[in-house]
């Protein structure tokens, strides 16, 4: 499969010349400008590697572009500060106060990235994946193909998540917020949620789940009776 790399790569190099072409309005010399739009370029690559990270509620995606606005114009002041003393020579006189304005910033950042994105998805178009599950567990997130999952275990205050390898992790969402958020699964008990992938066999009081190693044997409760009855 064709790898975008080379192509995102050339993207950005290309970038950093059509911002140095806006930025000779600023400067005198077009290597000037240049520099110029590299020294502002981070706060673009650091929006375009975090905001395609959506997940969860919209709760907790404002809080997530909250701080990545923060992390963006952090960067582009700083960038802003280093060319107002390497090209300006800390005239403030000369320095433009567009380059401090947060809107500006956001602005062309926002039309850089959207623009490779969909470039991107054109050129390079995602074939069908696996889909992927996201949480986090001891501090530590993990993404993983939905198939390497089995079954979700709910343990009083915590969840496990249970791998078909024998791998498990624990974490604080709830396994109702998991059957929420992921499709496909099947509820069974009040403390099972499970993969249907994973099914060996099944009757009206439990079900049978391929492991790697092992099958694991899940009771059915009655208030759950009947779900499977689709499943083969």
Not at 1 to 21: C, D, E, I, N, S
Not at 176 to 201: A, C, D, M, V
Request: net charge positive.
């Amino acid at each position: 499969m064709r790898k975008p790399y080379l192509f995102q790569a050339a993207y950005w190099l290309l970038a950093t010349f059509v911002l140095a072409g806006i930025y000779t309005s600023f400067l005198a010399h077009f290597i000037q400008a240049w520099m110029l739009s590299t020294m502002l370029l981070p706060g673009a690559l650091l929006a375009r590697a975090l905001a395609p990270r959506w997940s969860g509620h919209f709760p907790k995606k404002l809080h997530y572009w909250l701080y990545l606005i923060i992390g963006v114009l952090w960067l582009e002041y700083l960038g802003a500060i280093a060319a107002y003393w390497l090209l300006f020579e800390l005239d403030p006189e000369h320095f433009p106060k567009v380059l401090i304005n947060p809107i500006f910033s956001l602005f062309w950042i926002s039309a850089l990235v959207l623009a490779e994105q969909v470039l991107t998805a054109q050129f390079f178009p995602k074939q069908d994946q696996e889909p992927l599950l996201s949480f986090v567990s001891n501090r530590k997130e993990y993404t993983l193909p939905e198939v390497e999952l089995a079954f979700i275990e709910s343990r009083d205050r915590i969840t496990i998540v249970h791998g078909v390898n024998g791998l498990q992790w624990t974490t604080t969402r709830s396994i109702k917020q998991w059957e929420s958020e992921i499709t496909g699964w099947i509820r069974i008990h009040r403390s099972f949620l499970i993969n249907p992938r994973h099914i060996e066999h099944h009757n009206a009081s439990e079900v049978g789940l391929r492991l790697q190693n092992t099958l694991e044997v899940l009771p059915i409760s009655r208030s759950y009776k009947g779900v499977l009855d689709a499943v083969k």
